[in-house]
């Protein structure tokens, strides 16, 4: 095989930084050839790509060569920019900021069409519309006219795919292509990406941090760590023994005490974000988080779960229903009472950065937040979180990501609550700071009597976390089982999210060829089952009323008579 | 779209009310009247009286406010007081001029930005950007009567290439169609020039500020990582972002431009608005002034009114599902 790109010596750093970020690093891609790079947030993934592609930001210098088939790449004929488009492409991360607000996907796509396989305007939008088609993407002749904020963000990950195939590289650099696309979705990525390379044996940079798509998309693995490339095993293979499922919970689910009091309840919970017709986002939750125990709220981006959570919270106010933190009614009244219990809710977010006070030091944010200071107070929270007293005198930003959720943890508690809401508080944590801080939230949990709600889109996580699972979809509760095993959920849309696992996929042999999902039918009035139309069990009462969720066996609900009266192992290799 | 179109008309009416309101008092509350100034002399005190009474200038403001707002909502603006013809004909000849030249000089005055904002961008940091950039900031500092001056001088008299002032030739009604259209245009080329080179400084910046801005985006990384030209993104890619917000500062573009061509209508004796409100400003002809100002703001408002439908129609996030429409 012939050599396409080769990285000797490689280093990249910023001016003013005491240390390069990337440190003599050598990578050779040959034709045709799938390499996945892995490596933490920060590790200097992202200035590999664009030292690749000869894009570095400005503030950036390089020592070192990139070589394109064996000549350097900036002496190439015609320079650099003459490689990019045929030679290598790049994917860029973000679906929404890739893509040119006030082009038309037609625009976009066949603009690379036009100028590296030398079409016509007309030949160009048909190349388009087959490409757009190749990709699964529905009606491709609309979608030429469409505008990038009308698509949704896997449509518009996939219509970036277009434009970079449009240029028929030899070599495309993906760069945490799926990484804000909930599994689902990510899955058919993945499937269209590898199908298309394979049909155009083009080579594939796949950069990611997640190890759990290695398998799925290169044959080789090389990890970065320290600025340098650790090759790993096979790709194929590296999945083994990579990650020993482990469990922060430790033993059994903890089961809810016969005699205790719910510490937060909502009942009939609706939340709409626009007029009293619009859809809601969440439409009718019944929920009880009980002290000391931690409920797990999975599902896909769109199904409700962050207006759940906020409306929990009191950061949202409900269209109706009911939320009580020990008794006393928070949701609406204003009085000192309703105000009080509202405090005893607090709420943890996923971007711990932005929801601290980048001008205010540790220790004052946490006594900001207790509103008084007790003489030890700080350095207690901060213990309590594990970090060192000395952190009080610092800022935000010279914190680390998981350090900083850590900070923020303090905060909440900095309050007394009694109940923590988390949304999605490690999905911009890396591996080892994750386990980390889920067993922190654990420890605290437990030695507080806290409930916690742990908002995520990851399974796994809340299988290792939490007591309980809860499945939501379409702004409905639509399973709720212990968190034992992922064997307990039975519902078809459980076990889509389930199988579109990077996990499960590893080990299901045909998910390439698996159909695209169906569009989800969004914004159809709301009567029959939200699923009906895209799941394989439906029947014709699916789409008359909406099924109740129904109890099974105690702790175990679900909203799908079909599902109830079928054995559990049917599922396992159902969509 | 309708709704939202409604209530911005109904802002623009409440405006308009206001201004003519304010327009009336500070006319009315400055001192001196229109005897003082025009027939003055020749008048004795009892005749003096007597056209206070037919002018209705003795009676309470109020009511001449009221008199006034009817009147004018009649069409009939009164008549000039020093031209003794009807307002509305001294000033519906004035409108299509002052049109003609602001909407040309801002077509030049953008056509001027955006190609000079191209080029500071396309060479950011050299040689091009430092000598556009300053060539620029000269323009837009010069008093605009100095610049039109110097452009009359240079053009009209040494070159002789323009004329010196005026709508048209004396003899233009003699003249074909297609040879009067090039009289005019010949007639329009230096008064127009003169809004535009001093004005499109202040735009250009502005474009290139946003051109910067959009370069720096990611989608523009993308673009470039699909080998598409530097050319090509910033015309194509980038330029749109830069311009889109053009079409709302033309709301604010356009009064500057109707102020600036006061001055450039003197000088060049262009027979637009602005050179009649300073003629009846002069004599203290009360019915132009109102008139000639009430006008001026029914432009700008309009203009500004269009350029925010216009923004609307152009941006395709806020057309379909943006912010406001309700
Ligand atoms: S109720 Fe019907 S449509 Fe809904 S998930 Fe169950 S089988 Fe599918």
């Given at each position: ?37 892995v ?8 200035l590999?790509?664009r ?8 503030e ?5 060569q ?5 000549v ?14 045929r ?15 006030l ?7 066949s ?22 088609a190749?990709?699964?993407?529905p009606s491709?002749?609309?979608?030429l ?17 277009a ?8 070599l ?9 696309l ?35 998309v ?8 320290d ?22 919970r ?58 759940l ?27 000192a009472?309703a105000?009080?219990?509202?405090r005893r ?5 996923q ?47 010279a ?7 850590r ?13 923590l ?22 420890r ?34 639509i399973?709720?089982?212990p ?42 009035p ?50 | ?17 206001l201004?003519?309101t ?28 007597l ?5 209705g ?25 020093r ?44 040689f ?22 110097m ?22 009604a ?7 259209l ?8 230096l008064?127009?020039?003169t ?44 330029l749109?972002h ?7 500062l ?9 102020g ?13 608005l602005?050179?009649?409100?300073v003629?009846a400003?002069?004599a ?32 395709p996030?806020v ?8």
């Amino acid at each position: 095989m012939n050599e396409l790109l080769r990285l000797s010596g490689l280093t990249v750093g910023f001016a003013g930084a005491a240390l390069p970020v990337l440190r003599g690093l050598d990578l050779e891609l040959a034709e045709g050839e799938a390499v996945a790079l892995v490596g933490a947030s920060g590790s200097g993934k992202t200035l590999l790509a664009r030292a690749a592609l000869g894009l570095l930001p400005p503030e950036a210098w390089q020592q070192g060569q990139v070589n394109w088939r064996g000549v350097e790449a900036r002496l190439a004929p015609g320079g650099w920019g003459a490689l990019r488009g045929r030679g290598l492409t790049w994917l860029p991360q973000e679906p929404l900021s890739g893509l040119n607000p006030l082009l038309t996907v037609g625009a976009q796509v066949s603009e690379a069409a036009r100028q590296h396989q030398g079409l016509g305007h007309q030949d160009a939008l048909r190349f388009t519309v087959d490409l757009l088609a190749e990709l699964q993407l529905p009606s491709p002749m609309e979608l030429l006219y469409a505008w990038p904020h009308e698509l949704s963000g896997g449509m518009r990950q996939r219509v970036l795919l277009a434009a970079a195939l449009a240029c028929g590289p030899e070599l495309l650099i993906a760069d945490e292509p799926t990484s804000n696309l909930d599994t689902t979705v990510q899955r058919d990525l993945l499937a269209v990406l590898d199908r298309a390379r394979r049909a155009r044996g083009m080579a594939l940079l796949f950069i990611t941090h997640d190890h759990d798509l290695v398998p799925l998309v290169a044959d080789r693995c090389v990890e970065i760590s320290d600025g340098r490339l650790v090759e790993r095993v096979s790709g194929r293979h590296a999945h083994e023994g990579a990650r020993a499922p482990h469990t922060v919970r430790g033993a059994a689910p903890r089961l809810v005490p016969g005699n205790a009091a719910p510490a937060l309840s909502a009942r009939a919970l609706v939340v709409r974000h626009g007029a009293a017709e619009s859809v809601p986002a969440v439409a009718g939750v019944d929920l009880d988080l009980w002290p000391g125990r931690s409920v797990g709220l999975v599902g896909e981006s769109a199904a409700g779960k962050s207006s759940l959570a906020r409306a929990l919270a009191g950061h949202l106010r409900p269209s109706s229903g009911v939320v009580s933190v020990g008794c006393v009614a928070a949701g609406s009244d204003r009085g000192a009472a309703a105000r009080a219990a509202r405090r005893r809710v607090q709420m943890l977010f996923q971007d711990a950065g932005a929801s601290l006070n980048p001008r205010q030091r540790v220790g004052d944010t946490l006594i900001e937040a207790a509103g008084a200071a007790h003489p030890g107070m700080v350095s207690r929270l901060l213990a309590e979180v594990g970090l060192d007293e000395a952190l009080a005198m610092r800022h935000p930003h010279a914190l680390s990501g998981g350090q900083r959720q850590r900070v923020a943890l303090a905060r909440c508690l900095a309050t007394d609550p009694a109940v923590l809401i988390a949304d999605e508080p490690t999905s911009a944590l890396d591996g080892g700071t994750r386990a980390r801080v889920l067993e922190l939230l654990t420890r605290v949990m437990v030695t507080r009597g806290l409930a916690v709600l742990l908002v995520t889109h990851d399974l796994d996580t809340a299988l290792s976390f939490c007591d309980e699972l809860l499945v939501m979809h379409s702004g409905l509760i639509i399973e709720r089982a212990p968190a034992a095993s992922f064997a307990l959920l039975r519902h078809p849309h459980s076990r889509r999210l389930l199988d579109c696992r990077p996990a499960a996929l590893a080990s299901t042999s045909g998910w390439r060829d698996a159909p695209a999902a169906p569009a989800p039918a969004g914004g159809r009035p709301f009567s029959g089952c939200p699923l009906a139309g895209a799941c394989p069990l439906q029947n014709a009462s699916c789409f008359k009323e909406l099924p109740p969720l129904a109890e099974l066996a105690p702790g175990r609900w679900l909203r799908c008579p079909p599902a109830s009266e079928l054995p559990p192992p049917q599922f396992i290799d159902t969509i | 779209m309708i709704p939202w179109l409604a209530r911005r008309l109904l802002w623009s009416l409440l405006m308009l009310v206001l201004l003519m309101t304010m327009v009336f008092a500070i006319v009315r509350l400055a001192p001196g009247d229109p005897l003082d100034a025009g027939a003055a002399e020749s008048v004795d005190a009892r005749e003096r009286q007597l056209l206070r009474e037919r002018l209705g200038l003795d009676e309470p403001l109020a009511g001449q406010y009221v008199r006034w707002v009817s009147a004018c909502l009649r069409g009939d603006w009164g008549l000039s007081l020093r031209q003794q013809r009807p307002v509305a004909d001294v000033v519906g000849e004035a409108v299509g001029p002052t049109l003609l030249l602001t909407l040309t000089a801002y077509l030049l005055h953008l056509a001027l930005a955006v190609l000079a904002a191209v080029a500071m961008a396309a060479y950011r940091g050299r040689f091009i950007d430092h000598l556009v950039g300053g060539a620029g900031l000269v323009l837009l500092s010069l008093p605009g009567f100095w610049l039109g001056l110097m452009l009359l001088l240079l053009f009209a008299r040494q070159l002789g290439w323009f004329p010196a002032g005026g709508l048209q030739s004396v003899d233009a009604a003699l003249l074909p169609a297609g040879a009067r259209l090039l009289d005019l245009l010949r007639h329009l080329a230096l008064p127009a020039a003169t809004l535009a080179l001093g004005s499109y400084m202040g735009t250009a910046r502005y474009v290139r500020a946003a051109l910067d801005e959009a370069m720096g985006q990611e989608f523009i990384l993308a673009a470039r990582s699909r080998g598409v030209s530097e050319r090509r993104l910033l015309w194509r890619h980038a330029l749109p972002h830069a311009l889109l917000p053009l079409i709302t500062l033309a709301g604010l573009h356009l009064p500057q431009l109707l102020g600036g061509a006061v001055v450039v209508e003197v000088v060049f004796g262009w027979p637009g608005l602005g050179r009649v409100s300073v003629e009846a400003i002069g004599a203290r002809d009360y019915p132009v002034i109102m008139a000639t100002t009430f006008l001026s703001a029914v432009l700008v408002t309009a203009g500004s009114l269009l350029a925010d439908a216009g923004y609307r129609r152009a941006d395709p996030r806020v057309r379909l599902t943006g912010p406001g429409t309700p």
